[in-house]
T-cell receptor, first 115, second 114 residues
Framework: AQKVTQAQTEISVVEKEDVTLDCVYE???????LFWYKQPPSGELVFLIR??????QNEISGRYSWNFQKSTSSFNFTITASQVVDSAVYFC????????????FGTGTRLAVRP | GAVVSQHPSWVICKSGTSVKIECRSL??????MFWYRQFPKQSLMLMAT?????????EQGVEKDKFLINHASLTLSTLTVTSAHPEDSSFYIC??????????FGSGTRLTVV
């Protein structure tokens, strides 16, 4: 069985603040992939990143960065200098070899960035 | 590349009628499509997995006679909500596995049953 936990239900920050969204996962497989998706109010899912279990390098893409720590089964997402356009629900997701092709989503974190 | 087009974006139907949602892979062949349902302020829950040319596999608790899935070609999968009721009102999203970046999602269909 696999599980993704996003303990933060809602976060509210003021524009230009940094914010970190937490993601903790569970899987018995040694081969797995982790994802982050953004869901703006319009509803579509926007792919942000995919990370495989053998690559613990942290990644930075513009204002976005991801910290993958296998030791704590976490894959946290940080937005630097947040902007109002970052307001959305963010989902962390997991797929592992034993689950076939099925993605398991966390419950999502709703981020509100106030001007 | 790897775009999934989902239609309609939103639909309102009367209780007891059926609604069909289509997902088309525009620039790749989708052997497998996944259908999710998302209630307001909740996560995406996998309903079923459809494979081209074979019967869909439904997740536990999902009524296969109510949510009919057809995947007759490598570019089209459909979800039909039969005899819809207000409790079926939800956001439905399809997805296809794409090797390069994992998955690509349709834009979703907001169904309201009145």
């Amino acid at each position: 069985a696999q599980k993704v936990t996003q303990a933060q239900t809602e976060i509210s920050v003021v524009e230009k603040e940094d914010v970190t969204l937490d993601c903790v996962y569970e899987t018995r497989d040694t081969t797995y992939y982790l994802f982050w998706y953004k869901q703006p109010p319009s509803g579509e899912l926007v792919f942000l990143i995919r990370r495989n279990s053998f690559d613990e390098q942290n990644e930075i893409s513009g204002r976005y960065s991801w910290n993958f720590q296998k030791s704590t089964s976490s894959f946290n997402f940080t937005i630097t200098a947040s902007q109002v356009v970052d307001s959305a629900v963010y989902f962390c997701a997991l797929i592992s070899r034993g689950s076939g092709d099925k993605l398991t989503f966390g419950t999502g974190t709703r981020l509100a960035v106030r001007p | 590349g790897a775009v999934v087009s989902q239609h309609p974006s939103w639909v309102i139907c009367k209780s007891g009628t059926s609604v069909k949602i289509e997902c088309r892979s525009l620039d790749f062949q989708a052997t497998t499509m996944f259908w999710y349902r998302q209630f307001p302020k909740q996560s995406l829950m996998l309903m079923a997995t459809s494979n081209e040319g074979s019967k869909a596999t439904y997740e536990q608790g999902v009524e296969k006679d109510k949510f009919l899935i057809n995947h007759a070609s490598l570019t089209l999968s459909t979800l039909t909500v039969t005899s819809a009721h207000p409790e079926d009102s939800s956001f439905y999203i399809c997805s296809a596995r794409v090797t390069s970046k994992g998955y690509t999602f349709g834009s979703g269909t907001r169904l309201t049953v009145v």
